[in-house]
C-alpha cells in the first residue's frame, strides 16, 4: 500500500507530494485546515438561498441545470425497460420542444451499464456507474476493485464509487486515501484512458463540516475527479452548507495545486428552486469556470421533470402540470 | 499511476452546452436579471407630512418643511414638517396626559397592545420594507430579512416583559419614569424606533419620538400603525424635524427621559444639556470596532463575518466592524479571500432583490466618507476596491479596503460610516487586544478563533459593550446593546434594556 500512497497524485509540484507519504503526515494536513464554523457556513448557505433568479436568468439557469444532471435510478428493482426508458428521457427530456438540453448522464448500477451504453449510442450522454460497493462500502478491497473494473469493462464513461466512511470516521485516513488510488487505476482502460471517478462521501454519516473539508481534500489528493455529497441512501444527503464548502475546497484546491475538481450534490434535490440555489452558490464562489456539466452534476431523478415544467411555463407562460412532462 | 486531471481535461465527451444559453448578460456566464421589488408595494407616499401628536397628524405650528429624498435616485419623496419649539411643547403636553392612564393599566393590557403592534407590523412588513429601503437607500434584501423582523420582534420581545416587571430585577412593581423624550438616527430608521418604543411602552412610560431629518417617512408610516392598533391617543408622538428640534425634545423641562442614539458630538451636547436637571440618560453613539481575526479563525466564515460586518447597511452600522485586525501570519491569505469575496459583491438598486450595498444615505453623509478615504489615501495607506460600476445618479460608494493602515491613521481612528475597511495587523493576542482597545470609542468587536480559549480570553480584555465570537453584526431582542467610554452608556435590549426607563 505505501506504493500507492508515496505517490500523492495530481498534486506535482504544489508542495502536497507528501502529503500521503504516511498516516502521520496526512492526518497533520488534514487537521491544519482551517476549520469550519457551523453558523457562519449555514447562514453563508442561506443568504445566498435568498437569490431572485427571474426570467432571462431562469431561462438560462433552468437549461443549465438540465444539462448538469446525472439522471440517476439506483433501485434493487431496476430492469432493462427501466434504464431504457431513463436514458430515452435524458436523450429528449421534453419531446414537445426540441431545444431542451440533454442530460449530462445517466447513472445506473454496474449491471445495468451494457444496456444504458446501447440506449445512449450516438448520443455523448455518459454512463456513469456507481460501484465499490455502493452504497454502504462494506465490502473488501479486491471485491470493490473488481466491483469498478466490471463497470468500467462494460462501458461505463464515469464511475461513482464510496468512501469507506468506517474508515474515516475512526480516523483511518490513509486507508481511504489508497482505497481512492487503487479504484481510480481499476477506472483505467486497456487502452490507457480512464474512465472520470466521481468519490462520494456521504456526508450524512460523516456528519461535521470539518470532516467534510478534509475528506474533499484527501479525495482530492488521491486524485478525484469530482467529489459527490451522497449516495441518495441515507437520511441526509446534499444539503446547501455542505455542497458551499466542498465548493471552497475544490476552489482552494485550485489554487493551490492547480488541479480543478468537479462537484456533484446529489439525493434531495427536487425542485428548480432548489436547484437554482446550487447553482447561486456555484456562480458566487467559484464563477464561470464551474458553471458547466464538466465541472458540476445534480445527482438527480425527479428534479428534471420540475426544471421541464418551469421551462415550459417561461416558453409559453402558462403552468402545465405533471402530466404534460413524461414520467418514466 | 493514475494521471492528474488537469483543468483542461473534461470527461471524454461532455454533453452539449444549451443550445443558446438565454439572457447572459455580460459579466459572467450566469448574471442575474432584474429582480426589482415594486416602489408601489410602499403604499401612499404623501407630498406632505405634519406631525403626529395625540393619536392626530397634525399640521405644524411653523412653516418650515423639510424635503427627504430617494438616495438612490435623489428624487424628493415628501415634504415634513420641521418641528418647533412649539410643536414639540405641543407632543410633550399629549404625552404627559396620556401618561397618566397608560402608566395606570395593568401590565398585560399594555401588552396586548405590544402584541398588536408586532402583529401589523409583521403583517405590514413588505409595505414597511420597501418604503424603508426606499427613504433610506438600504437594501431591500436587509430591510425584508434583517430590519422587519427585527422590528417586529423588539415589539414582541418587551410585550413579554410588561406584565412581568415584577421579576426583571428592579425590586417589586417597579415604575415608569414618564415622558420620554427619543431621537434616533438615519441608519436604522424603523429599528432604532422600536429599540426606543418598545422598552419605554412596556414599562409604562409615553413617548415623543423625533426621527431623523433624512428618513422620517417610517416613523409617520408607525405613527398609522398606532392608530390601527388603537393605541390611547398621546403615548406615542412622533415630531419630525432636524437637529433644532431633537435639541427642543431633549430641552424640554417636561421630559423625564432621554435617550440618544447618533453620533459622539451631538450626544455629547446632549449630555450637558441634561447635565444638572433630574432627567435619566442613555446615549448610543459611535464606534471603531475591531474585527480581530487570529491565525486559527474558520477562514470562510471569517470573510463573511469580515464582509457583513463592515459592508452591511453600506457601513451606516454605529457597531461596524470597521478595523480589521488580522494576524500577520494569516494576512495575505486572508486578505486575498475577502478581496475575492468582495468582487461578488452587487452595488445598485436598493430595491433590487440581489443587491448586496444600496445607496448611501445622503449627499452629506457621501462627503464625510469621501474626505476621510481621501485622507487615507494622502496618509499613505493603500486603497482597493474591486471592480464595480456605480449607477449615474443617487449617492454611491464602492466597497473600500485600506491596507497598510496604522493606528496613527485617521481612518484607523475616526467612525467614517461607510462601506470602508482599514486593515491593520497584529503579531500576538496581546498586541490584538493592545490595538483593538486602543480607541476612544468602545461599543462592539469580533473575534475570529477555532479555540474556545481564546474567545474568553480576549473577550475578557476588549473594552466593548458587545463582543461577538466568530460571528458579527448579530443582533437578538433579548441581547443587551450599548458602549463604553465615547460610545456611550446604557444599555438597550433584554432585560438590561427596561432598566433605561425605569425609575430604579
Known amino acids: ?328 | 499511476m493514475a494521471k492528474n486531471t488537469k483543468k483542461t481535461e473534461a470527461p471524454a465527451a461532455a454533453p452539449q452546452a444549451p443550445a443558446e444559453p438565454a439572457g447572459k448578460p455580460a459579466g459572467g456566464l450566469f448574471g442575474y436579471a432584474p429582480a426589482p421589488e415594486s416602489p408601489a408595494a410602499a403604499g401612499d407616499i404623501a407630498s406632505s407630512y405634519g406631525h403626529f401628536i395625540g393619536g392626530q397628524f397634525v399640521d405644524s405650528s411653523g412653516s418650515e418643511a423639510l424635503k427627504t429624498v430617494n438616495p438612490a435616485t435623489e428624487q424628493v419623496l415628501a415634504e415634513f414638517a420641521r418641528g418647533t419649539a412649539e410643536d414639540v411643547d405641543r407632543a410633550v403636553a399629549a404625552a404627559r396626559a396620556a401618561f397618566t392612564d397608560w402608566s395606570a393599566l395593568p401590565g398585560s393590557e399594555r401588552a396586548k397592545y405590544l402584541f398588536r403592534i408586532a402583529r401589523i407590523i409583521q403583517e405590514r412588513s413588505r409595505e414597511l420594507a420597501v418604503l424603508e429601503s426606499i427613504d433610506n437607500g438600504k437594501p431591500i434584501r436587509e430591510t425584508r430579512d434583517v430590519d422587519l423582523p427585527l422590528v417586529a420582534a423588539h415589539f414582541f420581545y418587551y410585550a413579554g416583559w410588561a406584565d412581568k416587571l415584577d421579576f426583571a430585577g428592579y425590586g417589586p412593581n417597579p415604575k415608569p419614569l414618564g415622558v420620554a423624550g427619543q431621537v434616533i438616527p438615519w441608519n436604522f430608521p424603523l429599528l432604532m424606533l422600536a429599540w426606543k418604543i418598545a422598552p419605554a411602552l412596556a414599562t409604562g412610560n409615553t413617548v415623543v419620538l423625533k426621527p431623523a431629518e433624512t428618513t422620517p417617512l417610517t416613523a409617520l408610516r408607525f405613527a398609522e400603525i398606532c392608530r390601527q392598533a388603537g393605541l390611547p391617543k398621546g403615548v406615542v408622538n412622533i415630531v419630525t424635524g432636524d437637529g433644532s428640534t431633537g435639541a427642543a425634545l431633549t430641552a424640554h423641562p417636561d421630559v423625564n427621559k432621554v435617550a440618544f442614539t447618533g453620533s459622539t458630538p451631538v450626544g455629547r451636547a446632549i449630555a450637558k444639556q441634561v447635565a444638572g436637571t433630574r432627567k435619566k440618560l442613555s446615549l448610543e453613539l459611535g464606534g471603531k470596532a475591531a474585527n480581530i481575526v487570529f491565525d486559527d479563525a474558520p477562514i470562510d466564515q471569517a470573510v463573511e463575518g469580515i464582509v457583513n460586518g463592515i459592508f452591511f447597511n453600506q457601513g451606516h452600522v454605529c457597531c461596524a466592524g470597521s478595523r480589521l485586525l488580522v494576524q500577520e501570519s494569516v494576512q495575505d491569505e486572508l486578505l486575498d479571500a475577502l478581496k475575492r469575496r468582495m468582487g461578488t459583491l452587487r452595488v445598485g438598486d436598493p430595491l433590487d432583490k440581489n443587491t448586496d450595498i444600496g445607496a448611501i444615505n445622503s449627499a452629506e453623509q457621501l462627503a464625510r466618507i469621501t474626505a476621510l478615504t481621501d485622507a487615507g489615501e494622502a496618509e499613505g495607506a493603500e486603497r482597493w476596491s474591486p471592480a464595480c460600476e456605480l449607477p449615474g445618479t443617487g449617492f454611491w460608494f464602492r466597497p473600500t479596503l485600506f491596507t497598510g493602515v496604522s493606528q496613527a491613521h485617521r481612518i484607523a481612528q475616526e467612525e467614517i460610516f461607510g462601506p470602508v475597511l482599514s486593515v491593520l495587523t497584529f503579531r500576538t493576542p496581546d498586541e490584538a487586544v493592545a490595538k483593538a482597545n486602543n480607541t476612544p470609542y468602545g461599543l462592539s468587536a469580533g473575534i475570529w478563533t477555532e479555540k474556545g480559549s481564546r474567545i474568553l480570553w480576549t473577550a475578557s480584555r476588549l473594552r466593548a459593550g458587545v463582543v461577538w465570537a466568530n460571528t458579527f453584526n448579530k443582533f437578538d431582542p433579548t441581547s443587551p446593546f450599548g458602549g463604553y467610554k465615547e460610545s456611550g452608556y446604557g444599555r438597550e435590549g433584554g432585560r438590561h434594556g427596561l432598566e433605561a426607563y425605569l425609575d430604579v
Not at chain 1, 165 to 178: C, E, I, K, Q, T
Not at chain 1, 231 to 236: F, H, I
Open chain 1, 1 to 328: 500500500m505505501s506504493t500507492l500512497a508515496a505517490n500523492a497524485p495530481g498534486v506535482a509540484g504544489s508542495g502536497l507530494e507528501d502529503v500521503a507519504a504516511s498516516e502521520a503526515s496526512l492526518r497533520r494536513f488534514l487537521h491544519g485546515l482551517p476549520g469550519v464554523d457551523q453558523v457562519g457556513l449555514e447562514a453563508r448557505a442561506a443568504t445566498l438561498g435568498t437569490r431572485s433568479i427571474k426570467t432571462t436568468a431562469k431561462a438560462y439557469a433552468i437549461d443549465l441545470a438540465i444539462s448538469m444532471i446525472d439522471l440517476t435510478t439506483l433501485e434493487g428493482a431496476d430492469t432493462v425497460g427501466k434504464v431504457r426508458a431513463l436514458c430515452t428521457k435524458g436523450r429528449t427530456p421534453d419531446p414537445t420542444d426540441p431545444t431542451t438540453p440533454r442530460v449530462a448522464a445517466i447513472c445506473v448500477y454496474p449491471d445495468m451499464v451494457a444496456t444504458a451504453k446501447a440506449a445512449l449510442r450516438g448520443t455523448d450522454i455518459q454512463v456513469a456507474s456507481v460501484a465499490t460497493a455502493f452504497p454502504a462500502g462494506r465490502a473488501a478491497l479486491p471485491v470493490k476493485l473488481a466491483d469498478t473494473a466490471d463497470a468500467v469493462a462494460a462501458g461505463a464513461d464515469e464511475i461513482d464509487m464510496v468512501i469507506d466512511r468506517g474508515a474515516f470516521l475512526s480516523g483511518r485516513y490513509l486507508d481511504v486515501y489508497n482505497e481512492i488510488v487503487a479504484v481510480k487505476e481499476a477506472c483505467r482502460r486497456p487502452d490507457g484512458s480512464y474512465a472520470h471517478l466521481k468519490v462520494i462521501f456521504e456526508t450524512g454519516e460523516l456528519q461535521t463540516y470539518d470532516n467534510v473539508r478534509r475528506v474533499s481534500w484527501l479525495a482530492m489528493l488521491a486524485g478525484a475527479d469530482f467529489i459527490k455529497t451522497s449516495t441518495g441512501k441515507v437520511a441526509v444527503n446534499a444539503t446547501p452548507p455542505v455542497t458551499l464548502l466542498m465548493l471552497e475546497a475544490v476552489r482552494d484546491f485550485r489554487a493551490a495545486t492547480g488541479v480543478q475538481v468537479g462537484v456533484k450534490p446529489a439525493g434531495g434535490i427536487k425542485t428548480t428552486k432548489d436547484a437554482m440555489k446550487y447553482l447561486v452558490m456555484v456562480n458566487e464562489t467559484l464563477g464561470d469556470d464551474w458553471l458547466s456539466p464538466h465541472w458540476f452534476r445534480f445527482g438527480a431523478s425527479s428534479l428534471l421533470n420540475d426544471l421541464l415544467m418551469q421551462r415550459q411555463k417561461l416558453t409559453t407562460g402558462r403552468y402545465s402540470g405533471p402530466d404534460y412532462v413524461t414520467v418514466d
